[in-house]
Structures are given as structure tokens and as C-alpha cells.
């Protein structure tokens, strides 16, 4: 089957197995389970250690076919150059950090990140790279946090939890003119809302576990180069991986000391059941997205809620960037009671809702964020991420907007007849 560059992402999700051809005529790549792989030729052995060797596979840490299919995927919907699985969205990032960094440099950060990768700038501190963190909603912030030192910045595109959007374009432009590797999280609006390489971006993270299978059946991450930085200039490349061509040799160092080394590996299992989510990236992510806005007009006019945190309203500080550059909101949106003492009673009433961690799920859930996933960052912190200690993260799944309406106005309306 041909490909024509008018194919949408759907398209070419669900046809890819088939066009590049799978054995017996099968419609989807089979799992592969082996963890390590035989060659007829001693020399061939050499070549796979040695670099020479290309399109074989040797041990599952560093790739299966099943994962490497799914890379494939991943990349052709990102426009990379190349892309690398690990087994999570945080071994992916720590991989990004760990392998292109080293002690004395420096990285420059939104200030509104997840709360593990906030917990891992402290990791990092600790093996002496420098981290500075700000508001970068405004780019200047970036160029005048710029020193000799500085190598990375890291976003990500929605913020986790209060859906605060840097200026992705105006830091494009400042990583580009000043040659560092500009990192972007796209895991909240995925590469069906929008693609950081049209702001420049150097490589691309995706939480596999969350928007691309959706289904919270899996774990997974994904790295991918864009393509648009010249790592020849890049001075962290160690020399045993400049032998590849320089579009190559960041991507390079990463596989081999994430995956090799490190041993962030994605199981063929997972990578099976992401690949299988993926088909329905773009239907999943249009419902949740018009079923957020729904529930994020409804928030905002009752009574008894204070702030409502979601690109889509028109308050909302980044709403003109937003529409500039997604196609749609996302599923992610926070908010906050008026009587914050009514928090945990009023979540303990809903009964669509899951109490739990994670996002991206078929189904709708909710956290307290202040007492959970950031509990660790201590007040002063959540103080200067604006995390208030009444901030209730929505992850919007795939059910009726009615139905899920509904319970939120019962239980609201509870709050505010006690209030």
C-alpha cells in the first residue's frame, strides 16, 4: 500500500503495519518476545557490537522489532530523524538529561512541570548540573537566564497540572540562534494537536503510557529527534559516537546509555499494547478534548468554584497562544472550590470520576494535587509553581459529556448549599 502525504494521522497510524509489510499478509506486526537474537555469521555478530551491521537486532534491552515498529510509528507522526522507546516517560526524559548532560553544565526550565521531572531537577543538582527554573510562559526569561554553561532548555507544552503554555515559538528562536538543544514534553497534546517541530524543537518527549495509548494499560516513552540540530557542534557527543552522521549522534548516545547502559528498556508487550492505542489517538483526544471545554464552561459558572485552569476558556492567560498553536485543548484542566475545606468531601461524592493518579485514561480522573503528587516539593514550592492547596486535577476520559456534567453539578451543588 502507497502513502501519499494526504493521509491524516489516522491514516497513517492504523495502515503503517500493512504498508511497510508484515509476514503472511497479517494486518498488525506480531509481538516479539525473544529477549536475544542469532546470527548465521560470526562476522555479522561483530558488525551488530560494532556499529556496521544495520536493520538487525542483537539484544531486547536496546530494541525488539515489536518496539522498534513502534519507534517507527512514533517518528513518521513527530517528523524525526529517529526515535527511541525506553520503558517509561520519565526513563525517557532522565535518559535525555543523563546522557546529554554532564557536571557543570547547565539547563534552563519551565518552572510548571510534572511533579517527578521537578523532582528529578533535584536529582540532577545533586550530580552537580546547574537547573535553573522560571516562568518561561514569557521567553525573555530564557535569554536572560543564558550563561557559557547553559546546553539545554526544557517545556513542556501544556503544563501538568496548571495548564500554563510557554512561549514555545520565542524560545524556538533563542535555542536556535544560541545552539541549544531545545527539549519539548508533548505528552499532554501529542503529535495529533500539535508537533514541536514547527517551534524548533530538537527533541520531542511523549509519555507513551498516556495520550498515544490512552487506555492506561501500558507504560512507555519515547524520544525523538526532530532533526534540526547539528550535533557535530554539540560538545557532549562522546567520540565513540561520532562515527554515525551527525544527524544521527545525539539519538545515538541516548540509545546506547539509556537503553544499553542504563537499561530503560520498553517490553515488547507494552510496546504491542501502544501501538494498538495509537490507531485511535485522534478520535480519543477530539472527544476528551470538546468533552474538557464542556466541563470547564460548566466549572467556571457555578458558584461554588473559584479559579478554572484550561486553555480553552477565554481568561485563560496563554488562550490566543493555545489557538495559535494546537487544534484543539487537550483533556487536561484544574480547579479549584471556593471553600477549599470542602476538597475531599466533594471528591469522595463523585461517582464517575476515578480518585487516582495518571492521565491520558479512557475514563476521567481526579487528584488533589497539593497533598499527592506534589507533596514532595514542600509548600514554599507549590507556592511558586501556583499550586494552591485546593487544586483538583482533571484528567477528562472518554465518557458522555452529559453524564459526566451531571455528576459534577451534583456534587457541586452539594458544596454549595453547605456553603
Known amino acids: 500500500m502507497d502513502k501519499t502525504d494526504k493521509q491524516g494521522i489516522t491514516t497513517t497510524i492504523v495502515h503503517r503495519d500493512r504498508r511497510v509489510g508484515v509476514e503472511f499478509g497479517a494486518l498488525r506486526s506480531p509481538v516479539h518476545m525473544s529477549a536475544q537474537y542469532g546470527f548465521e555469521k560470526v562476522e555479522d555478530l561483530i558488525g551488530m557490537f560494532q556499529g556496521t551491521k544495520k536493520g538487525a537486532f542483537n539484544y531486547a534491552r536496546q530494541a525488539t522489532p515489536t518496539s522498534a515498529m513502534l519507534e517507527a510509528k512514533i517518528n513518521e507522526l513527530e517528523e524525526g530523524v529517529g526515535t527511541v522507546c525506553f520503558a517509561t516517560g520519565m526513563a525517557a526524559i532522565t535518559a535525555v538529561f543523563l546522557t546529554l548532560l554532564k557536571a557543570g553544565d547547565h539547563i534552563i526550565a519551565s518552572q510548571h512541570v510534572f511533579g517527578n521531572t521537578n523532582s528529578l531537577f533535584g536529582t540532577l543538582r545533586q550530580f552537580g548540573i ?3 527554573m522560571d516562568d518561561l510562559t514569557d521567553a525573555q526569561r530564557v535569554a536572560d537566564a543564558i550563561t557559557p554553561a547553559t546546553r539545554m532548555v526544557f517545556v513542556e507544552t501544556i503544563a501538568n497540572p496548571g495548564t500554563q503554555i510557554v512561549d514555545l515559538q520565542g524560545i524556538g528562536d533563542i535555542c536556535r540562534d544560541k545552539g541549544l538543544v531545545y527539549v519539548v514534553d508533548n505528552t499532554i497534546t501529542s503529535p495529533a494537536l500539535f508537533k514541536p517541530k514547527r517551534v524548533g524543537a530538537t527533541l520531542v518527549i511523549n ?9 492506561g494499560a501500558a507504560l512507555g516513552g519515547a524520544v525523538t529527534d526532530t532533526g534540526l540540530f547539528d550535533w557535530a557542534s554539540y560538545p557532549n557527543i562522546a567520540d565513540a559516537y561520532r562515527d554515525v552522521a551527525p544527524a544521527q549522534q545525539g539519538l545515538q548516545q541516548i540509545r546506547k546509555k539509556g537503553l544499553r547502559d542504563m537499561g530503560g528498556s520498553l517490553s515488547s508487550e507494552h510496546a504491542n499494547q501502544v501501538s494498538i492505542g495509537m490507531e485511535t489517538l485522534t478520535l480519543r483526544v477530539r ?17 461554588a468554584v473559584g479559579r478554572v485552569s484550561y486553555p480553552g476558556l477565554p481568561d485563560h492567560p496563554q488562550h490566543a497562544r493555545a489557538k495559535e498553536l494546537f487544534r484543539a485543548n487537550a483533556w487536561l484542566l484544574s480547579f479549584e472550590l471556593r471553600d477549599a475545606s470542602q476538597t475531599v468531601a466533594f471528591m469522595n461524592d463523585l461517582s464517575i470520576p476515578i480518585k487516582a493518579t495518571g492521565l491520558g485514561d479512557t475514563r476521567t480522573l481526579v487528584i488533589p494535587v497539593a497533598a499527592t503528587i506534589f507533596w514532595e516539593a514542600g509548600p514554599e514550592k507549590r507556592k511558586e509553581m501556583d499550586i494552591p492547596d485546593g487544586f483538583i486535577r482533571v484528567s477528562v476520559g472518554l465518557e458522555e459529556a452529559d453524564d459526566l456534567l451531571a455528576d459534577f453539578a451534583r456534587c457541586l451543588d452539594k458544596v454549595a448549599g453547605k456553603a
Open 130 to 132: 546547574l537547573v535553573t
Open 207 to 215: 509519555s507513551l503510557t498516556k495520550t498515544l495509548s490512552g487506555h
Open 287 to 303: 472527544q476528551s478534548s470538546q468533552t474538557a471545554q464542556a466541563l470547564a464552561e460548566f466549572l467556571v459558572s457555578h458558584p
